[in-house]
């Protein structure tokens, strides 16, 4: 068994379901220990929901060179129902060439790889010339309030610069290193309430249905066309996730109507931009309402360069693929390093099974994927 296999074993039999942590930056820290890393452990949260972060750094040799940092989250999300799980979640188990367990995919086996690459990086270049790093939280899979945000905050009050950084996402899609993310769209979400007058539903005249007011205002931000998006970001998305309004009762005409959107946004749009023109639809329609928004992170966007150029070559040389950048899928902790580093770009193994039941991951990639990482490292601290 290759050490990047035991050591992925190993953090997915930690159970730690966010926030928890469940041990993992410890058994990392025992393995970069040797290397010569510094270590700071930031706590944050409430009690009884506490994330632990881990800031990890091992300097280079030239004061000029620059600063790579791995990062990635600890904390997986619930299993779920485990009667639907064919074996233990928190049990690494093999059948079929797969290795099956919770985090397996998401993202465990990434750090690992992570690992156990600088492992090698470091015992070939004991004097390499730029500085290498590790950014870890447990509250990736939560609320993202006290991880990965309040360690980029930290590290920009004392002045540490990072210049480049690999998040360990699951972004590949038919074969390893196919997609890598160099950007994320923003997220945007709007509670939209719409006030009525509620009454029986056979005096219709006495009453104003809240969920008619609102039908062509719906009908309306289904067809808008926000923006054209551009070269890196598809056009910005406007969907409704719920609704809602009603006592339960079938002869009672509704006194509101709760509707739940979100914006995906480009960078073609703000945030701002975008509130403005759903509130002037609204306010056309004449429409009594309330609406609450929810900024759940802006985009980001890495253009081509140095590190998507040293990632793209290292993942041609190890596994002869041709990658594609994107900036497709939901939100990740690049958000909050993207505001601290200018370039961010995430990679990691198959993303077909995250968040299922039976998470996996293919065990024939474990080791390309940290051969990956480890020829990055030599691009681009050598």
Same mark, same amino acid.
């Given at each position: ?122 015992? +070939? ?13 447990? /509250? @990736?899979?939560?609320? +993202? ?7 980029? @905050? ?65 009908? @309306? ?5 926000? /923006? ?20 339960? +009762? ?55 360069? /140095? ?25 990740? /902790? ?49």
């Amino acid at each position: 068994m290759s050490r990047m296999l035991q050591l992925a074993e190993a953090l997915i039999a930690r159970q730690s379901v966010t926030p928890l942590d469940g041990g993992c930056q410890a058994l990392i820290q025992q393995r970069l220990a040797p290397l010569g890393f510094e270590f700071e452990t930031i706590i944050s949260g409430p009690a009884g929901q506490q994330v632990t972060n881990l800031w990890a750094v091992r300097r280079g040799t030239s004061k000029t060179s620059k600063l790579l940092a791995f990062a990635g989250h600890t904390d997986v999300v619930p299993t779920g129902p485990l009667t639907q799980w064919r074996s233990d979640p928190f049990v690494p188990t093999h059948r079929d060439g797969r290795l099956y367990g919770r985090g397996a995919a998401d993202m465990k086996t990434s750090i690992a790889a992570m690992v156990v690459a600088v492992e090698e990086f470091v015992a +070939a270049v004991p004097n390499h010339g730029g500085s290498v790093a590790f950014l870890l939280t447990s /509250d @990736e899979e939560g609320p +993202a309030l006290d991880g990965t945000v309040k360690v980029c @905050e930290w590290l920009t009050a004392r002045g540490e610069k990072l210049d480049y950084c690999i998040v360990g996402e699951p972004t590949s899609l038919d074969q390893l290193g196919d997609m890598i993310k160099n950007g994320r769209r923003g997220t945007l979400s709007g509670k939209l309430k719409v006030k009525g007058v509620q009454g029986h539903i056979a005096y219709p005249h006495l009453a104003k249905n809240p969920i008619h007011l609102v039908a062509p205002a719906l009908a @309306e931000l289904v067809t808008i066309r926000w /923006d054209e998006g551009n070269q890196y970001f598809p056009p910005t998305s406007w969907q409704v996730s719920n609704i809602h309004a009603g006592t339960g +009762a079938s002869n009672v005409i509704p006194g509101e109507a709760v509707i739940d959107f979100n914006f995906r946004f480009s960078t073609e749009s703000t945030p701002p931009s975008l509130k403005d023109r759903v509130h002037a639809l609204l306010d056309r329609h004449g429409l009594d309402y309330e609406l609450a928004w929810t900024l759940g992170g802006e985009p980001f966007l890495t253009p081509i360069g /140095d590190l998507s150029e040293a990632l793209t070559q290292a993942i041609r040389a190890q596994t002869g693929v041709t990658t594609e950048l994107s900036t497709t899928g939901g939100t990740s /902790d690049g958000r909050f390093i993207a505001k601290i580093c200018p370039q961010v770009i995430e990679f990691g193994p198959l993303n077909a099974s995250i968040h299922k039941i039976d998470e996996w991951v293919e065990v024939a990639s474990l080791d390309p994927l940290k051969n990956i990482y480890r020829d990055t490292l030599e691009r681009l601290l050598t």
